[in-house]
């Protein structure tokens, strides 16, 4: 295989695991309904063709394990032997969808299938062989732009795949723009405030402001230099925006492809512009309490927001498409976001990392 710095392969990883915990969540999600149905398990293995299936089936379930197999195989290239690392990629690929499509036996909303399986696994080994091919060259660029853009600060790469995740906030149309940490759907308390359209304004104001400072710190803690910071930390928010706007498109409608740019959405974005332009200056032990505190407001707002009825019915036209598995998934890593990340925060501030920037 290849020679590079560990931390592309830390990176691999973690890359590995988040992706892993990714599909599980897909493909057992409502978690509900749970029951026997009398039959074995397995017995999805002995099925002939399926009656009905679509290439955009076959497709996304090759496509879903793909990177899985990547991930994996970088993350294992240091096993001996030339070709350990892609059969490795390939088994837990493979056993991965066994054991998911095992389970789905016991969820009414699913229906297991030894087609499923095939395309899973072969999307694993797809994924394994690129990375064994491909993988050498991407990996060694990307040790070079670390060497050259990241400050070498522990926990780096955990770091860098929380910010790949959060890049999943804003695909859920129903949710307000960057609005991490909902927990709402989790908890089943009604919101603090009334829905008017003041109250939504200045609440969607707060909350795009709270989130982009802190994405845009946490970025900042993971550069050397301010200087990129001040180019790199306004293309990842603008990604971000391309991610909604895109999102909207395809999930609802061409024509919602701009609706979250709303007063509220554009006030935020000028105040979390005007801050970030003084804060990315500030030292580690001044801008990561400060991303804690965006954090924990941006949470605290989002879940004081009132109900928006335009939310609601950009949710009840997505379920009626296929995407209500993509929809839980989403949600699920909206919510969750900043109670992964501000663990993170704590360590990188008690490791006094960045202290070289």
């Known amino acids: 295989m290849f020679q590079h710095g560990r931390r592309p392969l830390i990176l691999a990883r973690y890359l590995a695991l988040a992706w892993c915990g990714l599909i599980v969540y897909g493909s057992l999600h409502p978690f509900s309904g749970w029951r026997d149905n009398g039959v074995s398990p397995w017995i999805f293995l002995e099925g002939d063709w399926p009656r009905y299936w679509t290439v955009f089936d076959l497709a996304a379930n090759v496509a879903v ?15 001996p032997g030339r070709f350990t690392a892609l059969c490795c990629a390939v088994l837990l690929s493979g056993t991965l969808s066994l054991g998911l499509e095992t389970l789905q036996n016991w969820l009414p909303s699913r229906i297991p299938s030894n087609l499923d399986l095939a395309c899973n696994t072969l999307g694993g080994l797809f994924g394994a062989i690129w990375a ?16 050259r853009l990241l400050a070498p600060a522990a926990h780096g790469e955990l770091g860098l795949t929380l910010l790949g995740l959060w890049l999943m906030v804003p695909l859920s149309p ?13 908890f089943a308390f009604e919101p603090l405030l009334p829905f008017s359209a003041d109250h939504h304004t200045v609440v969607e104001t707060g909350v795009v402001a709270c989130n982009a400072l802190a994405v845009g710190l946490i970025l900042r803690r993971l550069l050397a230099r301010a200087s990129t910071a001040y180019l790199l930390v306004p293309l990842f928010l603008l990604c971000g925006l391309v991610v909604r706007m895109l999102g909207a498109a395809i999930l609802i409608g061409p024509e919602e492809a701009m609706a979250w740019l709303t007063p509220g959405a554009r006030q935020g974005l000028l105040i979390a512009a005007a801050s970030l332009a003084v804060s990315l200056w500030l030292p580690p032990r001044f801008s990561l309490p400060l991303a804690v505190v965006a954090l924990l407001g941006g949470m605290l707002l989002v879940n004081a927001a009132p109900a928006n009825p335009y939310s609601e019915a950009a949710l009840a036209a997505w379920r009626q498409g296929h995407f209500l598995n993509f929809n839980g998934l989403t949600r699920l890593v909206a919510s969750s976001w900043p ?3 501000l663990p993170f925060l704590v360590l990188a501030w008690r490791n006094g990392a960045g202290r070289s920037m």
Do not use: S
């Open 65 to 79: 394990y793909l990177p899985l197999g990547f991930f994996v195989a970088l993350a294992l290239h240091r096993l």
């Open 339 to 341: 109670i992964l990340t």
């Open 174 to 186: 129903e949710t307000l723009l960057f609005g991490a940490g909902d927990l709402r759907q989790w």
């Open 132 to 147: 064994h091919h491909v993988g050498p060259r991407v990996f060694a660029r990307l040790d070079a732009a670390a060497h």
